[in-house]
């Protein structure tokens, strides 16, 4: 009797489509060099086509930890063999090395490689000296650089108060794609030279790596940013703003083309609404600065100097996301009844008590009470007429809460009781945590059917 063994589903893809799904697979987590290695180490089939992918081999990462595990001749080797397997493809890097023995050898054979480079991650932790190669690039050799991230520690501070050594590098400023930048902790804006008349992506700061930046610094960059489309900011003021300062700033930064703004834990975010013109942006996102060592917090600051902010851009923001953690939901409710064109919005939640929930969950509702009216609402009957997409962390799955959700969302779905107006535009997709998503859709089947999405987060 003859057998013809069965193989498996997977071994019977088209290897271009399996060497496509390999690509996703070390997209998403590109920074974890190795799990190239494993896929090639599954069978000899995808070992096979792995090593023939050169897109898996481009993500090279050069980490302190695995430096620890693996030792000098290890970390050589693997880099050779991605270096090695990697042919023409671009190349991303991430490069954490601080205090390694001959870290500088591995950095000088990556700047052969210049041409090739893509994106770089640098993070210097007090040891600058083994980026000194850096210094040897040719100011013309980075033809296909897009992105860059620089994040460095406290102790780098201490060398680099006056514009450091590597003030000399000047082959980023010239990169002609270089067109993102990102910039962490006590990374200073005059470090290197950066092409800043051409970014449409920067980040000063991120969650991880809050930027420490004086006002008057990250002023001056700005005003260089003229072709910016999304701008970060995540910032602790590294010092004081100067005494007379905010009546010294006179002239407006106008932004022309920025699209999406996002200003997270700026101790002057204030300062920043009242000196940026901003026409285009639609996309707003903002965790308000809450200072500890005040036993009040007053969100009145921002609101005057936000009111001023759409006055003078007279943008239309359709998409805000905000973070509540120093604020509470009277401030939510009041921040977003400046913004009566919103189609989306996403919110994360600290405060966790019902009724307070209940209540804030009850604004996306149609209008019943005096109070509820909106800041700016025309003729409208509820606070976000053009409202599609609804997104919400951290909400309590209590009784209070779900009931309050089951009738916003109801409402939003156009299914109204009563005399109650009909919103002009129908809710399109609802997103909660698990336990919120499952203790509605019993309850929602009716606008599921309708069209409505509602998702787990």
């Known amino acids: 009797m003859k057998i013809n063994p069965l193989s498996a589903p997977v071994r019977r893809l088209h290897p271009e489509i399996l060497s496509e799904i390999f690509k996703y697979a070390v997209h998403f987590l590109p920074r974890h060099a190795l799990h190239s290695v494993r896929l090639s180490h599954v069978c000899c089939y995808w070992r096979h086509l792995a090593l023939s992918t050169s897109y898996l081999w481009s993500f090279v990462s050069l980490r302190l930890e695995v430096w620890k595990q693996k030792g000098l001749s290890e970390h050589r080797s693997m880099l050779d063999h991605f270096l090695g397997h990697s042919g023409s493809a671009p190349l991303s890097l991430l490069i954490d090395l601080p205090g390694a023995m001959d ?38 050799s980075l033809p296909v650089l897009e992105k860059v991230e620089f994040i ?31 910039l962490g902790s006590w990374w200073k804006l005059d470090t290197v030279a950066l092409p800043w008349s051409q970014l449409t992506n920067l980040a000063l700061g991120t969650s991880e790596a809050p930027f420490h930046a004086s006002m008057s610094g990250f002023l001056d960059v700005l005003r260089q940013c003229t072709e910016l489309v999304n701008l970060e900011l995540v910032a602790w003021q590294d010092e004081e703003l100067e005494e007379g300062m905010v009546d010294q700033v006179q002239d407006l930064i106008v932004l022309n083309q920025l699209q999406s703004l996002s200003v997270s834990h700026a101790p002057m975010d204030a300062f920043i609404f009242r000196h940026l013109v901003v026409p285009n942006v639609n996309h707003f996102t903002f965790t308000p600065h809450g200072d500890h060592r005040s036993p009040t917090y007053s969100f009145t600051s ?8 759409l006055t003078r851009s007279r943008c239309t923001i359709t998409i805000a996301t905000l973070n509540s953690r120093y604020v509470t939901y009277s401030d939510i409710t009041r921040l977003f009844e400046r913004l009566s064109d919103l189609q989306d919005v996403r919110i994360h939640l600290s405060h966790r008590y019902d009724e307070s929930q209940k209540s804030f969950i009850e604004m996306f509702g149609a209008f019943e009470e005096d109070w509820l009216m909106p800041f700016d609402h025309g003729s409208t009957s509820c606070l976000f007429p053009s409202l599609k997409r609804i997104t919400i962390h951290g909400l309590r799955a209590s009784p209070h809460v779900v009931d309050a959700l089951v009738s916003v969302i109801r409402y939003r779905c156009g299914f ?42």
């Not at 921002?302 to 902010?309: E, G, Q, V, W």
């Open 152 to 182: 460095c520690n406290h102790n780098y501070y201490s060398f680099n108060r006056n514009g450091g050594p590597m003030g000399e590098i000047t082959c980023f400023r010239e990169a002609p794609n270089l067109t993102s930048i990102t």
């Open 103 to 140: 870290a500088a050898s591995l950095l000088r054979t990556l700047v052969g490689h210049a041409p090739r480079w893509k994106a770089l991650s640098l993070y210097l932790r007090g040891d600058w000296s083994y980026v000194l190669p850096l210094f040897r690039i040719p100011d013309i």
């Open 416 to 457: 109204v009781e009563g005399n109650v107006e009909s919103p002009r535009v129908r809710l399109a997709s609802a997103s909660f945590d698990e336990t919120i998503v499952s203790a509605l859709a019993p309850r929602l089947q009716d606008c599921i059917a309708s069209g409505l999405r509602l998702c787990s987060l």
């Open 302 to 309: 921002y609101l005057d100097a936000f009111d001023y902010f």
